[in-house]
């Protein structure tokens, strides 16, 4: 396959369109060495974007099998990274009162909808194509599929989430659309967000561990959440920073990816010590939104 280098030349910001936007710098893509985006800035909503190529042969290339396999994915008992987050997750949003019928989006192998179905009357999609075989193991609703393609009954939810996801989305504002012809009136959207203008994201530069496209395409400020919200008739509700457990030797894989040490990659992805280690760097945003 090849694979043109992308260009620094000034672009659109996919949230506000203006053209106000500096490069940052080139990135490789941690997923496939070829690969090469340009970040940009955009001078006016802060938001920061990975311009790059995307086509399906390079998505089904990464969300493969592969990536729903490492240790932060995959799920070994109720001690692991996964199941935690999910169960942490789950009391955040019942604690905000939030109830009824619920989606998640870019569920993965589901186990957040797993401890979900708990409390709410919840379901899953996920762009794998094994999406569905994994709702089969936990005896859940997994739909394997795009968000955007799937049919969905206008106004048939009262919860979306998106955990990681929204920065994988291409096209921000159709996501959003569609989110909004989801979700009942008064129903909320949730977002984890990786935040482009957070302090660690300026400390760390080009080795910021979240800078991993085409898995993350936006890099996102409070302004520019706020600024995509408003434009499809949402009106954010609460933004906190929350920890996250993640599994020691993925977190070690990031540093290393970060660091450039690809020789490490291999041993790091099959290693056994898989301790959920709790993390808040600041840089990750969760943001709570109402259909109004």
Known sequence: ???????????????????ATVKIHDLQSP??????????????CGHRFAV??????????VYGAAFHSTSQQRAVGPESSIYINATQRVRWLTANNLHGKLLDVGAGRGYFVKIASSTF???????SKNAAEY????????????????????ESFDVLTFWDVLASMIDVHATIQKSAQLLRHGGHAVFTLPMGDSLACRIAGARWPLW??????HYFSKDSIKTLLSQHGFEVVRMEYLAKR???????????????????EGPLAGASFSWAIPVNLGDILTVMAKKA
């Not at 997923?31 to 006016?44: G, R």
């Not at 790059?52 to 290339?61: K, N, R, T, V």
């Open 246 to 264: 993640v599994s020691a030797n993925f977190l070690l894989l990031k540093l290393a990816r970060s660091f450039g040490l690809k020789r490490l």
């Open 31 to 44: 997923y496939i060495n070829s690969l090469i985006y340009t970040v940009h800035k955009c001078s006016d």
């Open 52 to 61: 790059g190529p995307i086509s399906q042969e390079i998505l089904d290339a």
């Open 135 to 154: 709702g089969r193991d936990l005896d859940i609703c997994l739909s394997s599929g795009d968000f955007l393609e799937a049919n969905y009954a206008p």
């Open 1 to 19: 396959m090849s694979i043109d280098r992308a260009d620094g030349k000034q672009k659109l910001c996919p949230v506000c369109c203006r053209a």
């Open 121 to 127: 009357e919840a379901q899953g999609i996920d762009y």
């Open 212 to 217: 991993i496209p085409p898995v993350n395409l």
